[in-house]
């Protein structure tokens, strides 16, 4: 029963539009009444009716210990006990942008943030500000927040929602958008020749999360590197969902490929609204108030945000182990599910890299966006119904990635791929 989610999303539509604050929330997609959540704790989600569900969304990403993990909350009640909030520089903001940096390759300077789409909107204007050129090449199917410049071609929830043309994004915005499928690099060859000298960046999530997980073809984002560094183009790495959750170092540990800028949100905040972003300090001071582009924000390094990312990343840091406990556990999930799907003839592909994993019902490889819009997005919807009604809460839209906690047992694994099982047992009878 979810009888208290339906009246309260009834309840919400009255006051918020849509009756959600981010669109991807409202199962629009998938069809159906969101659920409403109460409470989490390790693994589990708790819903307005009692409900208990197996999380595989995570927050969309920050939740790598589990909901509620006990440092993580015991430090953050003692932080709010100073003020949640003062407007000035902190000492922590200082610990936070020193631990970042010992964590992650080719960065010299941080500057803090409030979201993910605040990092990479104010990445590509450094980008823009340190080359003096305007155009930037983005990849169909990629998202990068909310902005104007990023959303011609977005994935994700744009997607979800099937707006193809974004009603208040200008023209002149949309022109020097350039836009190019993932994994194709004569694409972007063919971009970068034909806009020669003006454009500032090309900015890439590394293992892309916003059209399923989607993993670069090899020599794809090392032909992507070359270009830049030939044409005078900045790298921006977009390691919201990545970074800190695939390795300490992000993507560009795990792929060996450093770039110019990289931004940063989610995990950094263990799960309160933050971001950042950072890069060489032949960049980065470019930053007001060391150069002329400008970027402000007022509750910037916010402290409470601030304690949560720096006890969540300082247990990375001192225990290496988790992500190969990570890696372990989606593994062995993929494992399952591909049994479960070759037992019952179901075409599938699965893609997977660390703690990032997706499944699309599709009898080829899915590579970029127009082979994730290809999938039978009807069967997905049908079952994501049937994991719900299992107790197991999976992304309420074929083209997001799920995340795996390390709170999951191999327990709650194979009770999910059982569920999996049953599910493919039943349709096909």
């Given at each position: 029963?979810?009888?208290?989610s339906?009246?309260?999303?009834?309840?919400?539509?009255?006051?918020?539009?849509?009756?959600?604050?981010?669109?991807?929330?409202?199962?629009?997609?998938?069809?159906?009444?969101?659920?409403?959540?109460?409470?989490?704790?390790?693994?589990?989600l708790?819903?307005?009716?009692?409900?208990?569900?197996?999380?595989?969304?995570?927050?969309?990403?920050?939740?790598?210990?589990?909901?509620?993990?006990?440092?993580?909350?015991?430090?953050?009640?003692?932080?709010?006990?100073?003020?949640?909030?003062?407007?000035?520089?902190?000492?922590?903001?200082?610990e936070?942008?020193?631990?970042?940096?010992?964590?992650?390759?080719?960065?010299?300077?941080?500057?803090?943030?409030?979201?993910?789409?605040?990092?990479?909107?104010?990445?590509?204007?450094?980008?823009?500000?340190?080359?003096?050129?305007?155009?930037?090449?983005?990849?169909?199917?990629c998202?990068?927040?909310?902005a104007?410049?990023?959303?011609?071609?977005?994935?994700?929830?744009?997607?979800?929602?099937?707006?193809?043309?974004?009603?208040?994004?200008t023209?002149?915005?949309?022109?020097?958008?350039?836009t190019?499928?993932?994994?194709?690099?004569?694409a972007?060859?063919?971009?970068?020749?034909?806009?020669?000298?003006?454009?500032?960046?090309?900015?890439?999530?590394?293992?892309?999360?916003?059209?399923?997980?989607?993993?670069?073809?090899?020599?794809?984002?090392?032909?992507?590197?070359?270009?830049?560094?030939?044409?005078?183009?900045?790298?921006?790495?977009?390691?919201?969902?990545?970074?800190f959750?695939?390795?300490?170092?992000?993507?560009?540990?795990?792929?060996?490929?450093?770039?110019d800028?990289?931004?940063?949100?989610?995990?950094?905040?263990?799960?309160?609204?933050?971001?950042?972003?950072?890069?060489?300090?032949?960049?980065?001071?470019?930053?007001?108030?060391?150069?002329?582009?400008?970027?402000?924000?007022?509750?910037?390094g916010?402290?409470?945000?601030?304690?949560?990312?720096?006890?969540?990343l300082?247990?990375?840091?001192?225990?290496?182990?988790?992500?190969?406990?990570?890696?372990?556990?989606?593994?062995?999930?993929?494992?399952?599910?591909e049994?479960?799907?070759?037992?019952?003839?179901?075409?599938?592909?699965?893609?997977?890299?660390?703690?990032?994993?997706?499944?699309?019902?599709?009898?080829?490889?899915?590579?970029?966006?127009?082979?994730?819009?290809?999938?039978?997005?009807?069967?997905f919807?049908k079952?994501?119904h049937?994991?719900?009604?299992?107790?197991?809460?999976?992304?309420?839209?074929g083209?997001?990635?799920?995340?795996?906690?390390n709170?999951?047992?191999?327990?709650?694994?194979?009770?999910?791929?059982?569920?999996?099982?049953?599910?493919?047992?039943?349709?096909?009878?």
């Amino acid at each position: 029963m979810i009888s208290n989610s339906i009246a309260l999303f009834e309840r919400a539509q009255k006051s918020i539009p849509g009756g959600v604050n981010s669109p991807v929330r409202a199962f629009r997609s998938v069809g159906g009444t969101p659920i409403f959540i109460k409470n989490a704790k390790g693994a589990y989600l708790f819903d307005e009716d009692g409900n208990k569900y197996l999380d595989y969304i995570n927050s969309w990403g920050p939740m790598i210990l589990g909901h509620a993990y006990d440092p993580i909350i015991d430090a953050i009640k003692e932080r709010a006990g100073f003020s949640t909030s003062f407007g000035a520089p902190t000492l922590l903001e200082i610990e936070m942008a020193e631990l970042i940096k010992s964590m992650a390759p080719n960065i010299d300077l941080v500057r803090m943030v409030s979201s993910g789409t605040e990092a990479c909107m104010s990445a590509l204007r450094l980008a823009r500000g340190y080359t003096g050129r305007n155009k930037f090449i983005k990849f169909e199917g990629c998202y990068h927040g909310h902005a104007d410049a990023f959303l011609v071609k977005a994935g994700s929830g744009v997607a979800t929602q099937n707006i193809q043309t974004i009603p208040g994004v200008t023209a002149g915005v949309s022109n020097d958008t350039l836009t190019a499928p993932y994994n194709d690099l004569e694409a972007v060859k063919h971009l970068v020749s034909e806009h020669k000298n003006t454009i500032a960046a090309i900015i890439i999530e590394p293992i892309a999360g916003n059209m399923g997980c989607i993993l670069p073809e090899p020599g794809f984002i090392e032909g992507i590197r070359q270009i830049c560094d030939a044409e005078g183009i900045l790298l921006i790495f977009d390691e919201v969902m990545t970074g800190f959750r695939l390795a300490a170092g992000g993507a560009q540990q795990k792929l060996n490929i450093n770039a110019d800028l990289v931004t940063y949100g989610k995990v950094i905040g263990a799960g309160l609204p933050v971001g950042a972003f950072g890069g060489k300090k032949e960049i980065m001071q470019h930053i007001a108030p060391l150069g002329n582009v400008y970027q402000a924000g007022t509750l910037s390094g916010n402290p409470i945000a601030m304690i949560a990312g720096f006890t969540l990343l300082n247990i990375l840091k001192q225990n290496p182990d988790i992500y190969v406990q990570l890696e372990e556990k989606t593994k062995y999930l993929q494992v399952g599910m591909e049994k479960v799907l070759h037992k019952h003839s179901v075409p599938f592909s699965i893609n997977r890299f660390g703690s990032m994993i997706s499944l699309h019902f599709s009898n080829k490889s899915v590579k970029n966006f127009s082979d994730a819009a290809a999938c039978d997005i009807a069967l997905f919807n049908k079952f994501f119904h049937a994991m719900l009604h299992a107790g197991i809460y999976l992304p309420p839209s074929g083209y997001e990635t799920w995340f795996i906690s390390n709170a999951l047992t191999y327990g709650n694994l194979d009770y999910t791929i059982n569920a999996i099982d049953a599910f493919f047992e039943k349709e096909n009878k």
